[in-house]
């Protein structure tokens, strides 16, 4: 296991962190997963032991039963609080009140307290907003999230499934004020899924910003489980949560390039799958997902996994997003930039 940091703030994670959208299964959650109690301490227990210190949930996963049962799983292994690096959203909605949602100060600085007292601890490594609030001003936002540093209660700041510019205009009112500036993006990335390459990624590089990509399967599709000939095997999340949006045909020509490749390492597709996005210089850290002890296995075992130049290319190739103006005019106009 890899360490890497966590933007500019000399903080080292793992390169796999592990991702708690499985535990508990409640309600809107149930199709991700069932992961009981045992299991979850399961999970940690195994995926501390294998070097990952890194570990992110979200208020809204199973409606809290996520971060207690992350929590408990701490208390009952008895691992160190500073051992670990916890991280944890606000956005979605919680209860039915009309504030029990957004990114307003009211809603993030309760949303960190009912957080920390699932938890069972004092503090959050990272925080992140996890999605856009239309509805409030981002001064408001960057000012909550600055007090709550202040307060001690959260460490570093992050961003999830906000656009290049957002993140940019937020980090840029925070620099203004003197505030704390998001460290960390919490995007979607997958070898099916490569659009925040045209924007996202060469601003997260240009502000040293760490990117956690999730949903590193595309919800299971890229496990190979899935074909052409065998749409559905049952049992399987993708089944029944067609989430996130898969450009299908496209995404079965990336597994069929990725088959003789796996046979090859004799490892599964899925560890191909992560292994891709682990070489790619722009991620921090990739947050795995597993519903069954062996899954977790299989991904954590990515990290062995060193695939050669020739097969970078195969695989870049087949996966490739088509230019998008103004990227195709930026590279045709750089052209004569270059020395010869
Ligand atoms: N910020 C956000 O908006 C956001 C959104 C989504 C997720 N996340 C974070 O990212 C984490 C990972 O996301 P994800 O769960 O969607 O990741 P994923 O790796 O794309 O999907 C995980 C699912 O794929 C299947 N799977 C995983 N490993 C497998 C293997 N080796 N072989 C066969 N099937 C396998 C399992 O479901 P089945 O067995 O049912 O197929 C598993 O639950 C979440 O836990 C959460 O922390 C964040």
């Not at 160190?80 to 600085?109: F, W």
Request: aromatic share 10%; proline share 3%.
């Amino acid at each position: 296991m890899k360490y890497k940091f966590l933007g500019d703030t000399g903080v080292l994670v793992s390169e796999l962190c592990l991702g708690t959208m499985t535990f508990g299964g409640e309600g809107y959650f149930e199709v991700m997963g069932k992961v009981d109690q045992l299991e979850a301490t399961a999970q940690v227990k195994t995926a501390f032991e294998k070097g990952i210190n890194f570990f992110d949930t979200a208020n809204v996963y199973s409606y809290g039963r996520a971060e207690e049962m992350l929590g408990a799983a701490f208390t009952d292994l008895a691992l160190c609080r500073d051992e670990v690096v916890i991280a944890t959203k606000a956005r979605g909605r919680m209860y039915p009140g009309a504030n029990q949602i957004g990114l307003s100060r009211l809603h993030l600085m309760s949303s960190v307290d009912s957080s920390l007292h699932r938890l069972g601890m004092d503090y959050i490594d990272v925080f992140y907003v996890h999605g856009v609030d239309e509805y409030t001003a981002l001064e408001e936002t960057m000012r909550g999230l600055e007090d709550l540093v202040r307060s001690g209660k959260v460490r570093y700041i992050g961003v999830s499934n906000h656009t290049a510019w957002q993140i940019m205009k937020a980090n840029g009112i925070a620099e203004k004020n003197g505030w704390t500036k998001f460290v960390a993006c919490q995007h979607y990335y997958s070898i099916a899924g490569r659009e925040l390459e045209r924007e996202l990624v060469p601003m997260m590089k240009d502000q040293n910003l760490a990117l956690m990509p999730w949903s590193p399967l595309a919800g299971g599709f890229l496990s190979g489980k899935f074909t052409r000939n065998n749409e559905s095997t049952g049992d399987n999340r993708r089944d029944s949560f067609d989430f996130p949006p898969v450009d299908k045909e496209k995404a079965y020509d990336i597994i069929e390039a990725i088959q003789p490749i796996a046979e090859n390492h004799g490892v599964s597709v899925a560890q191909i799958a992560l292994a891709w996005l682990l070489h790619q210089k722009s991620v921090t850290s990739v947050i795995i997902g597993a519903k069954r002890p062996d899954q977790l296995l299989d991904n954590i075992a990515a990290v062995d996994v060193t695939l050669t130049a020739e097969e970078l290319a195969i695989l870049d190739r087949v996966s490739a997003i088509k230019p998008e103006y103004p990227a195709w005019m930026i590279e045709r106009q750089s052209r004569d930039r270059l020395i010869q």
